[in-house]
């Protein structure tokens, strides 16, 4: 019942801008807050922005405010994740994840997808 998917991971300039999407079943989008994640090459699984199934609420970390929105779409159960002003250091692998409320805190979201690959290079 909670199944997500990613997509939308490319190769892009510094600069540019890219926008990755989250394919969840109903009952997940629905019931669960999504969360988006992502672990660069050597790095720690990180939280970066989490979108709320009650009320809507949006959350980002440092690294992302300003640069990404996290939206929510109830007639095709996607949450998309617009990445503007891309950097080298937002090279990663990204995930989106089902959790019962906000965080950034990985062990709180019981459900991810497989992920999709962002590389920002010149």
């Known amino acids: 019942q909670l199944h997500l998917v990613e997509s939308g991971g490319a190769l892009v300039r510094p600069g540019g801008s890219l926008s990755l999407s989250c394919a969840a079943s109903?009952?997940?989008?629905?019931?669960?807050?999504i969360g988006w994640f992502r672990q660069g090459p050597g790095k720690e699984r990180e939280g970066i922005s989490c979108?709320?199934?009650?009320?809507?609420?949006?959350y980002y970390s440092e690294s992302t405010k300003g640069r990404f929105a996290i939206s929510r779409d109830k007639a095709t159960n996607t949450v998309k994740l617009q990445m503007d002003s891309l950097e080298a250091e937002d090279t990663a692998t990204y995930y989106c994840?089902?959790?019962?409320?906000?965080?950034?805190?990985?062990?709180?979201?019981?459900?991810w997808g497989q992920g999709t690959r962002v590389t920002v290079s010149s």
């Open positions: 994840a089902a959790g019962r409320f906000c965080s950034f805190h990985p062990a709180n979201y019981p459900s």
């Open positions: 109903p009952f997940a989008f629905d019931n669960y807050a």
């Open positions: 979108i709320s199934n009650k009320d809507g609420s949006t």
